[in-house]
């Protein structure tokens, strides 16, 4: 037979694993949404690092010409 007290510490514990549950769902919700923005952000980085280059590599060679004011 089981007592009152055996119970009641089962229902603690089994609110308790309900708690974790759900907190483990929710930790997953956000571990898995800061992913996708992690990966979209890498590949902006990519795409801004290879726009970066075309532009650089269709500057003139050389130091800059300094500006009419001067």
Not at 8 to 30: C, H, K, P, S, T
């Amino acid at each position: 037979m089981v007592s009152s007290d055996e119970t009641a510490r089962i229902d603690a514990l089994e609110m308790r694993f309900a708690d974790q549950d759900r907190m483990l769902g929710e930790l997953n919700e956000v571990i898995t949404s800061q992913w996708r923005k992690i990966d979209a952000l890498e590949r902006e980085l990519a795409r801004l690092k290879d726009e970066f280059q075309n532009i650089a590599m269709k500057l003139p060679e050389g130091p800059e010409p300094p500006p009419p004011h001067y």
